[in-house]
C-alpha cells in the first residue's frame, strides 16, 4: 500500500519561505522505467485544486504554474541508494495569496499523459497546511 505524507507547512509572515518534503512509503519511486511524475498540488478555501510544480523522474524537467515561477522550486531527491525519488517543494518570497493545503502526488509516467496532467497521479498525500500572513 503506498503512501504519501507531508511535512513542512507552517505559518509564516509574506517574504518568508518553507520546505515542504513528501515521504513515500510502500514504494521508492524508483522500480518503473519509464519514471514517475511528481508534483505539488495546492488548495486554497473555496478554491479548486490547483499543480503548482511538477517534475519529470526520468528527464527532470520542470513545470510551473505562472503564479509560482522564479520562487517556487521542485526537486527530486533520491531516498536511497536505490535510485528512488522523494519530491520537495521549496517556496521563497511567499505571498498571502499562497496560503492553503499543499498536496504531494505521484504517479507512474504513461505514455500520452504529460506530467502537468491530473491523470498522471494516482498517488496522494493528505495535505500540509501554509498559511502566509
Known amino acids: 500500500h503506498v503512501q504519501l505524507v507531508e511535512s513542512g507547512g507552517g505559518s509564516v509572515q509574506a517574504g518568508g519561505s518553507l520546505t515542504l518534503s513528501c515521504v513515500p512509503s510502500g514504494t521508492n519511486f524508483g522500480g518503473d522505467p519509464m519514471g514517475y511524475c511528481m508534483a505539488w498540488f495546492r488548495q486554497a478555501p473555496g478554491k479548486e485544486r490547483e499543480g503548482v510544480a511538477y517534475?519529470?523522474?526520468?528527464?527532470?524537467?520542470?513545470?510551473?504554474?505562472?503564479s509560482v515561477k522564479g520562487r517556487f522550486t521542485i526537486s527530486r531527491e533520491n531516498a536511497d541508494d536505490s535510485g528512488g525519488n522523494t519530491p520537495s517543494l521549496v517556496m521563497e518570497n511567499l505571498k498571502p495569496e499562497d496560503t492553503g493545503m499543499y498536496y504531494c502526488?505521484?504517479?507512474?509516467?504513461?505514455?500520452?499523459?504529460?506530467?502537468?496532467?491530473?491523470?498522471?497521479?494516482?498517488?496522494w498525500g493528505r495535505g500540509t497546511q501554509v498559511t502566509v500572513s
Open positions: 517534475i519529470s523522474t526520468t528527464s527532470g524537467i520542470t513545470y510551473y504554474a505562472d
Open positions: 502526488a505521484a504517479g507512474e509516467r504513461r505514455l500520452g499523459v504529460p506530467c502537468t496532467a491530473l491523470a498522471a497521479y494516482g498517488y
